[in-house]
């Protein structure tokens, strides 16, 4: 295996830009966010820790490596022929036996030309695209360390650059205020990488906590785009409340640069001070860049609103330079009502008969990848339809241009929670992965579900086939804590916090999701594993989905004259019977 090398030093040159205030009062109360969430930033809670720099570099390992485990790693059969591979990525108990565990587990990963990496807090490994077997694996501390950059506070994102062929990866510094960037100089994840890292958010006074939280990554011909929910204390030891988001669009040759990553670009800064009628309402939270291979030197941008249920779009002009500048907003969606924690089948206290409702789906943010085809705009997000109390996947079609909805489809029912939605897009094609449980003791466990979709001429998607089950959850009831048991959901009970789907970079009929289930009960503790730690283990699956029997572009042209010619010969043929000709 090749080395990973450490990165020289560079630079930090990014200029600020302050959009204009709000004034269209559709966008929200400038005086008060839409969401407690938005109030003060809640730690993440972190089990047996391993120490900060003690884990050696990365190292290829095997399966047997990870004890006596039914995680097995490697291609698993499915009974859907839509899935072509599926198999375990790093859980709960594997990054345990790394030296780390962490929840929530922040579910990320993306395919490349030969391999599958999966980043999440806890871990980092590579995975072989025609196996599925592990071929090497570290703590997400180790990645960063090897590479100068100390520990990780988390946060994790990775996606693979198709028009270079290297891997991009960022999360937290050491320091939560700080950003680590890692670009990869081949495709092969197990090579040389480079970082750096940069300062996302300034601290209001000396010793005061800062974090530049929910780091969003995305990437065009142009730029490369993150996003940062803010939040600070005023005084040491004081309450992180939420100040407002950040969004810096980094030049992207810089950053790919074969002498190593420089951050340079523009940093858009939208504060929030609370009470203020002055606040800016049409920048959104958890900003999310929308992924684009398309040429037309402008990038675009959606988010949640931090105001009101909605989502909201802007463009970036001149994106990737230090003269960058923001469109107008333009309010996408509204019309739905906030979150609720999600069902399952589970009982509180055991024995009782009052359902498990604890899973913390979220708010409307976009916890996936969001990308662009054709000039359209695809993302999904968690939300509830006004006058129901069941969470429902939300995927909204818009021109990338003008800014108009093409189409809003909401993935779900009456009877079951779908959350943590995340979508790719290519030719005419799309895959929607999803979690979804509910109450049902049979049908109820937590799954992670994949729906394919063709894409028209005009954008709108239209799904192929039914709902895939990838993966059913190994356990009934989801509980991050013991003290659970009481009644109460104690502890952190979030989901996810994100999941992905990426498309295969040499086979563009092939789609890669990863994605979480339950593994394993929380009094349980796995031989040969560390002990039982108080909350429900949590898992990782992969699975490479495809979507066939869809025309490639151009053939769709020919069909539709096809089509057209047997209808006239159709037609003539009537004709000339109604007159009597043979």
Not at 364 to 384: M, P, Q
Request: include cysteine; proline fraction near 6%; glycine fraction near 12%.
């Amino acid at each position: 295996m090749k080395p990973m090398f450490l990165l020289a030093a560079c630079g930090v040159l990014l200029s600020s830009a302050a959009p204009a205030l709000a004034t269209d009062p559709a966008f929200g109360d400038p005086t008060q966010t839409k969401s407690a969430r938005l109030t003060e930033r809640l730690p993440r809670v972190t089990v047996d820790p391993g120490q900060p720099g003690g884990t050696p570099l990365l190292t290829t390992v095997g399966q047997d490596f990870f004890g006596p485990s039914p995680t097995v790693f490697g291609n698993q059969p499915h009974p859907d022929s839509r899935i072509i591979s599926s198999f375990a990525a790093l859980g709960d108990y594997d990054t345990r036996l790394l030296g780390r565990a962490l929840v929530p587990p922040d579910t990320m990963g993306a395919v490349g030309t030969t391999q599958f990496v999966q980043l999440i807090n806890g871990g980092f490994a590579v995975f072989s695209k025609s196996t599925g077997n592990l071929l090497g694996a570290s703590t997400d501390n180790g990645f960063w360390n090897q590479l100068g950059q100390g520990a990780t506070g988390g946060d994790p994102r990775i996606l693979f650059d198709h028009s270079t062929d290297r891997w991009i990866a960022i999360g937290f510094g050491a320091q939560l205020r700080d950003i680590n960037i890692a670009v990869s100089t081949t495709a092969d994840a197990l090579g040389e990488w480079k970082a750096t890292r940069f300062e996302g958010l300034a601290p209001l006074c000396t010793g005061c906590a800062t974090i530049a939280d929910y780091p969003t990554l995305a990437m065009d011909n142009n730029a490369i785009y993150i996003g940062t929910n803010n939040f600070a204390a005023a005084t040491p030891g004081g309450s992180t409340l939420y100040r407002g988001t950040s969004l810096f669009v980094l030049n992207k040759a810089g950053l790919f640069d074969a002498g190593g990553p420089t951050v340079s670009g523009t940093t858009f800064n939208t504060p929030f001070v609370n009470g203020s009628q002055n606040n800016d309402t049409t920048r959104g939270f958890a900003i999310q860049g929308v992924n684009s291979h398309e040429s037309d030197g402008t990038g675009h941008v959606v988010a949640a609103s931090a105001f009101i249920n909605g989502t909201l779009a802007y463009d970036i002009l001149n994106a990737g330079s230090t003269t960058a500048t923001q469109s107008v907003a333009t309010l996408l969606t509204t019309g739905y009502d906030s979150n609720a924690p999600g069902r399952q089948p589970g009982r509180v206290p055991i024995g009782s008969p009052v359902p498990l409702r604890n899973i913390d789906v979220l708010d409307d943010r976009i916890s996936g990848n969001a990308w662009e085809l054709n000039g359209k705009t695809y993302f999904v997000h968690t939300v509830t339809p006004e006058g129901t109390d069941f969470t429902r996947v939300q995927l909204v079609v818009s021109d990338s241009t003008t800014k108009a909805i093409i189409q809003v489809i909401d993935i779900g029912d009456g009877a079951y929670d779908f959350y943590q939605g995340a979508i790719a897009v290519s030719d005419q094609r799309a895959v929607i992965a999803y979690n979804r449980s509910g109450f049902d003791p049979l049908t109820g466990k937590i799954g992670i579900y994949a729906n394919t979709y063709r894409i028209l001429s005009d954008g709108r998607i239209v799904q192929l086939g039914d709902p895939i089950l990838v993966k059913e959850s190994l356990t009934a009831g989801y509980l991050n804590g013991a003290p659970e048991l009481s009644g109460t959901p104690a502890g952190r009970q979030r989901w996810g916090d994100y999941a992905a789907v990426t498309l295969d970079p040499v086979n563009s009929s092939r789609f890669w999701l990863i994605g979480q289930f339950a593994d394993q009960a929380y009094e349980v503790s796995r031989p040969g594993y560390p002990a039982a730690s108080g909350f429900s283990r949590w898992g990782q699956w992969v699975a490479q989905v495809a979507v066939n029997g869809v025309p490639e572009p151009g053939t769709w042209a020919t069909m539709l004259a096809g089509f057209g010619m047997i209808g006239a010969i159709a037609r003539r043929r009537r004709r000339e019977g109604a007159n009597g000709f043979a």
